[in-house]
């Protein structure tokens, strides 16, 4: 029998973060987002301390993988390049009470929770590490004729907001 290409677990696309302290990170990852470690490596450094060469955890139905830093090899968190350089959506039922369990975490707030005109409920956090995860609901299916006046309302809001500031 042949071997799956994508292994058992996984999708097609991954994703693979690199943080200041992934040993930190899981255990914020478990308390924000319910994570589950699946597996971790330890490496030793040629500093002598060990550091997480490669875990993996499991939020929902999704595997992330993750490590420390390795500065050496061009590896660095947001943290280290100034900012995010990619975000993340966690779907579930309840956005409300994920926000609030990521900020009881230590995340930072970066939008509140709030509806959406495409018919998500969402708030948007940063982890200690960097890291957006926007949090959501799904409420409202929308039809894309519907999508598309309700998105030239919000850019026409956007825009006034704008020039009022």
């Given at each position: ?89 966690i779907y579930g039922p309840d956005a409300d009470a994920a926000f609030e ?65």
């Open positions: 029998m042949a071997v799956n290409p994508v292994p058992e677990g996984y999708h097609t696309v991954n994703a693979y973060l690199i943080v200041d302290d992934a040993a930190r990170a899981i255990d914020f990852y478990t308390a924000a987002f319910g994570a589950k470690e699946l597996f971790r490596l330890e490496v030793p450094r040629p500093d002598g301390i060990e550091r997480v060469g490669h875990a993996e955890i499991r939020i929902g139905d999704t595997n992330l993988m993750l490590c420390d830093e390795w500065p050496d090899m061009g590896a660095l968190g947001p943290n280290r390049r100034g900012g995010a350089t990619s975000s993340f959506v369990r990521a900020v009881q975490a230590g995340a930072k707030v970066v939008k509140q929770v709030a509806d959406q005109f495409w018919g998500d409920r969402m708030g948007t956090v940063a982890d200690p590490f960097g890291h957006q995860w926007t949090l959501g609901t799904h409420i409202e299916d929308v039809a894309p004729g519907d999508l598309t006046l309700r998105m030239k309302e919000w850019a026409k809001a956007q825009n006034a907001q704008a020039t009022v500031t």
